[in-house]
């Protein structure tokens, strides 16, 4: 009974190629978001929806994609992987704007080879 | 350019005694502070959080005090139990200027010994 679950857990790829990362979460809220943990820890934030609405896209390569196909999922499709991209990768959802209480998902750590 | 500051990587701590996290931020737009729990493995869980009208507040053993002048906050833990073994996160947003971004500071590995 997961509130915030990502797909997968682990992703191990090579420079070049195409991944994506799901999210999905039960809780019925309308605002989802991407961060990435660094390996200095830092959680930044890359991306944000609200009801499928894209509302916050920071300083993020164009290799980076969100997808919102209802307000219950955001994916995360990557092009081109490069090294620098490894990381954790945190999945999250409040239940509406403005809302700065927000409900993580267990994370997918990706390694790029 | 770090916003949210948490200047000790670690701290250590026998259980039963009082854990102090502190927190440093530099952008004085901030009015919203937040504190998340993380374990190993998984995603960081909200904790406790404080408005700028405030300077305290309480959730059983936590309580999250904020000094808006020295723009500094802290999280105190008494008294501290095994099971409070995480890392702590420092949160802030901005109303008025960032309605829907939260800014984490890097984490403070609290480790609690029995």
């Known amino acids: 009974d997961t509130a915030v679950s990502q797909t997968p857990k682990y992703l191990v790829t090579q420079m070049g190629n195409d991944k994506s990362i799901k999210c999905e979460q039960n809780?019925?809220?309308?605002?989802m978001y991407w961060y990435k943990q660094d390996s200095k820890k830092f959680l930044k934030i890359m991306f944000s929806y609200n009801n499928k609405e894209l509302i916050i896209n920071e300083t993020v390569p164009n290799r980076f994609s969100p997808k919102s196909p209802d307000k219950a999922h955001l994916n995360l499709h990557i092009n081109s992987l490069e090294l620098g991209d490894s990381a954790v990768y945190f999945c999250?959802?409040?239940?509406?704007?403005?809302?700065?209480?927000?409900?993580f998902g267990p994370g997918t750590r990706l390694t790029v080879t | 350019d770090q916003q949210v500051k948490q200047n000790s990587p670690s701290l250590s701590v026998q259980e039963g005694r009082i854990s102090i996290l502190n927190c440093d931020y530099t952008?004085?737009?901030?009015?919203?502070f937040l504190w998340y729990k993380k374990y190993p493995a998984e995603g960081p869980t909200f904790l406790i959080s404080i408005s700028s009208i405030k300077d305290k507040n309480e959730d059983g053993r936590f309580t999250v005090f904020l000094n808006k002048s020295a723009k500094h906050l802290s999280l105190h833990i008494v008294p501290s139990q095994p099971g409070d073994s995480a890392v702590y996160f420092c949160a802030a947003s901005a109303f008025k200027t960032s309605y829907d971004k939260v800014i984490f500071g890097p984490g403070t590995s609290l480790s609690v010994i029995p």
């Open positions: 999250a959802s409040s239940p509406h704007r403005g809302t700065y209480e927000q409900y």
């Open positions: 952008n004085s737009m901030f009015d919203y």
């Open positions: 809780l019925g809220h309308d605002t």
